[in-house]
């Protein structure tokens, strides 16, 4: 409990440091770009539109009898926003320390903020894709915005969670072992695949039974597309559950991940 409470102090103590590096970050993305921030909607959609091309054209998937590409492009959609914002916090986070040498070696400098930014910076992007997900959903199907929307708040929350105990051991073990990002790069695109984001979870299922339960993203996924797709009739019991096992998995991983970083930290200027 004393490191959440430590975590929480340092951010609130530290807030205008902490918006500073996330205005500094999207400053520095988006410099002399003629569309700025559009490249947040742009991405994205360019993404959902290519994969669901391959996945139910070529390769002929379909999500129940109907076959419909709307609901198959929508389906992907959700779950590819909050993962695009998973990958880029962990890719981000990954190397914050070494990006920032000449602020860890000043003693002064609380470094744990580093990695709460960055996770940050990937939350406020993933806001331009789930507002241009709802868009498209009410444009393109028979969506219509309803209470479930204000989960999608509580869902940030835990999705941060997660995003900081995995970034903080991350961060700290690059430090040690300079592979790891590398050895990231690679694992993020394994995880992804057995995320049910392309396909329907019960593919996966038949292959791997009981694999996507052990795996924290399928709850997050699951989730968002409650939340937004269309065709979600999924229990509330079920949503609760869900939300459930992600929170504890998010604190769990945060409390393991923020206590690796705070024991190794002292050592960060030697190894950089």
Not at 108 to 115: D, G, N, V
Not at 135 to 155: H, K, M, N
Not at 177 to 195: A, E, K, Y
Not at 198 to 225: H, K, S, T
């Amino acid at each position: 409990m004393k490191l959440y409470v430590g975590l929480f102090a340092t951010a609130l103590k530290h807030r205008e440091l902490v918006w500073n590096f996330v205005r500094r970050d999207f400053r520095g993305r988006y410099l002399g770009s003629y569309l700025g921030f559009f490249w947040n909607v742009i991405q994205p959609v360019v993404l959902v539109t290519v994969y669901t091309f391959i996945f139910s054209q070529l390769m002929q998937l379909k999500l129940g009898e109907s076959g419909d590409t709307r609901l198959f492009a929508i389906y992907i959609f959700a779950g590819m926003v909050p993962w695009i914002s998973f990958a880029e916090a962990l890719a981000r986070n990954t190397n914050c320390v070494l990006e920032h040498a000449n602020l860890i070696k000043k003693v002064a400098f609380p470094s744990e903020i580093l990695c709460l930014s960055q996770a940050l910076y990937a939350l406020v992007g993933q806001l331009f894709g789930l507002a241009t997900l709802i868009a498209a959903a009410v444009l393109l199907t028979d969506y219509v915005p309803d209470e479930r929307l204000g989960v999608i708040v509580l869902l940030f929350a835990l999705q941060l969670f997660f995003m900081l105990g995995v970034g903080y051991f991350l961060a700290a073990l690059n430090v040690f072992v300079r592979d790891t990002q590398q050895f990231m790069s690679s694992f993020m695109i394994l995880w992804m695949l057995i995320t049910p984001i392309f396909y329907d979870e019960r593919y996966i299922a038949r292959v791997a039974p009981g694999l996507m339960y052990f795996n924290p993203q399928y709850y997050l996924v699951w989730c968002y597309r409650w939340c937004i797709y269309p065709r979600a009739a999924l229990p509330a019991e079920s949503i609760v559950r869900g939300l459930a096992i992600y929170a504890g998995i998010g604190l769990v991983v945060l409390f393991l991940g923020y206590n690796f970083y705070m024991h190794t930290k002292h050592r960060f200027a030697d190894e950089i």
